[in-house]
């Protein structure tokens, strides 16, 4: 650590995790003219972070203009799949729009690695100092309760700071500590895992159907042994993504090891075709925040606030899924925020008030507002149970030819599907309204 | 390829991939110091022992005497242990020293 960074220097923000969050916080208040220490507890930024494999940067406009010339992108997302599946059916909805592979661009894959250590790049050019290979043991508080700084694992390590943002993922012990976050909460979140599978760059485009540097990602559902989650699939410039993500909950009252569930993916006839040859080169976990809007906690505490993961800014909601521009976005208004404070010299909750208010009238808080039932509709059981194979059923008998039999009426094949899956039509009409009501 | 021929193939057969091979994809820098302790005497008198099937890693083995043997040296530092124990105080848990444990390559 160099010399100068702890001892009796007290920072204007001490910014934990150099995630997309905490970079985009440092950026933010560098630019603003404050002294910004970056924090990173891996050995370079993204080295702990693992996600569902594609960015939608646009929320990086304003700050970094033409920020896609000098991005490490693997590919530009310009087809994207859903997916229902049962063991041997698969019904895709599947988009292709050529404008999401120009400018301003729309989704990309990319590895955390490589976007993150980009992204606090971009913090360190705008004058942060950024510190890896450190923790952040703990917070340190004044007289008065209030965060002034936080613990640190090196030998003399105390940071002090007027604002501390903590940046510091899914499992925040700072939030936690700050009494933020609850110690631990299993129906909240889902395990994310995955695995990196290396296949040549012409192979992947032929058997998925791209052009260069173009990408596909698919997500899926009914391919997790009814367990709540689903399927996802992308591609890299020379790799293949495969993994799932499941609630936290029922895998452990399932008893099924989350890789089974990685392996069944793989084995699937919609699946198996496109990863055939392919090598093994990386198995990643990683916990995901599902909760949502209702169970956002609170978002500042006199001298800390906290942001992305940390503060359950992730939108797991099945049409969309995203999570890094919601910690992008959040850190920017931290940033903005905590600056704002250090200006008047008053980093109370209340002088960091204008956060939160700034993401309500922006898509971070008003997206998951929006989307604040979704937990309830994704995590449902019957989605994933039943659902999943009356749709296929259906589809299936649909396009399934008869004869001698002459067609069956669609409304007649709906009911007998229906009761074929035991699926009371009551329960189906109100998930069916909640679907409605979250996606209208 | 014959043209009249009236079967399909059958299913693939798929590279099986063993649980090590799988790990020794994943680099660790291993710390000295044991960054997730768990009390076996707790676990012992635990009734689901969820995290035995629930670690992606499957860093939890179910001992002979009811107890859980646990390594930290391949761990992913994802949370899941702590979210699904139900035995108060079996596990104590931290992140690795600066630098050290998990490092992931295309996260």
Known sequence: MPENVHDAKVWDVVVVGAGPAGSAAALALARAGCSVLLLERGPFPGSKNVYGGVVYARVLDEILPQWWLDVPVQRWVTRRSTMIMTGHQALTVDIRAQNWGKAPFNGMTTYRPDFDAWLAGKAVDAGAVLITSTVATGLIRDGRGRVCGVRTDRPGGDLRARVVIACDGVNSFLAKEAGLLPAADAGHHTLGVKEVWSLPPEVIEERYALGRREGLDIEMLGCTRGIPGGGFLYTGHDTVTVGVVVSVEALAKAKVRPEELIADLRAHPAIAPGLRGADLKEYAAHLIPEGGYRTMPKLATDGLLIAGDAAGMCLAAGLWLEGVNFAIGSGLAAGAATAKAVRAGDFSAAALASYRTSMQANFVLSDHKRMKDAPKLVLNERLHAQYTSLICDMAEAIFTVVNPEPKPRMTALLRRTVKDHGVRWRDLAKDAALGGRIFR | ?107
Request: glycine share 8%; hydrophobic share 35%; with cysteine.
């Open chain 2, 1 to 107: 390829m014959s043209m009249n021929s009236h079967h399909v193939d059958p299913p693939e057969r798929l590279p099986v991939v063993a649980f090590e091979d799988r790990m020794a994809t994943v680099e660790f820098r291993v710390g000295q110091r044991a960054h997730i302790v768990v009390d076996s005497d707790v676990c012992r008198s635990c009734t689901t022992q969820a995290c035995v099937t629930a670690c992606p890693a499957n860093l939890f083995a179910p001992t002979s005497d009811g107890g859980i043997l646990f390594n930290y040296e391949q761990c992913f530092e994802c949370g899941t242990c702590y979210m699904v124990c139900n035995s108060q105080g079996a596990l104590t848990w931290s992140y690795p020293d600066g630098g050290h444990g998990v490092v992931f390559r295309k996260g």
